[in-house]
């Protein structure tokens, strides 16, 4: 059940779905949003959630995607998007501004443009959990408490 499992967890089933298929469907952004989406739940009230269900029940899975996208990852931009020998290529950035070199984007593709921007919106929000996570952790020295602290200095 969905409910055991961490948003890691969730994440990465999600991710694996998406490895394993080749065709958009009302069942497939659904679930994509049960599992990774906690901002804007489908069967959530407001004005959002209603646009989302309209834009899945006209298969507008495009338009579904980015909303989502803006929704749900409001510091995450699109990068790149661009159609190369039959593979839609999409790149996720948190620092668009940064040269190509500095910069660490999510980078995804796939044959369907939708699965494409669905793939990184999910690498995505696996890397804003992994960021989220890093932050929680107690920064220090490092230490192991049960190593003894040496001091290094030279005083002669």
Not at 45 to 67: K, N, S, Y
Not at 131 to 152: H, K, M, N, Y
Request: aromatic share 6%; hydrophobic share 40%; glycine share 6%.
């Amino acid at each position: 059940m969905l409910f055991h499992l961490t948003p890691a967890e969730r994440l990465g089933r999600a991710a694996d779905r998406l490895q394993s298929t080749d065709v958009v469907t009302a069942g497939l952004v659904s679930e994509i949003i049960a599992e990774c989406c906690d901002r804007l739940p489908v069967s959530g009230q407001g004005r959002a959630a209603a646009h989302l269900r309209e834009l899945i029940e006209a298969g507008a899975w495009t338009d579904a995607v980015v909303m989502l996208m803006e929704t749900e990852l409001p510091r995450w931009r699109l990068r790149r998007l661009v159609y190369d020998e039959g593979e839609w290529h999409c790149a996720l950035s948190l620092q668009r501004d940064l040269p190509d070199w500095l910069d660490q984007p999510v980078e995804t593709s796939h044959s369907e443009l939708p699965l494409a921007l669905l793939k990184a919106f999910v690498e995505a929000k696996r890397r804003d959990g992994e960021i989220v996570e890093d932050a929680r952790r107690p920064t220090g020295l490092g230490v192991s408490s049960q190593q003894p602290s040496v001091s290094c200095e030279n005083f002669t």
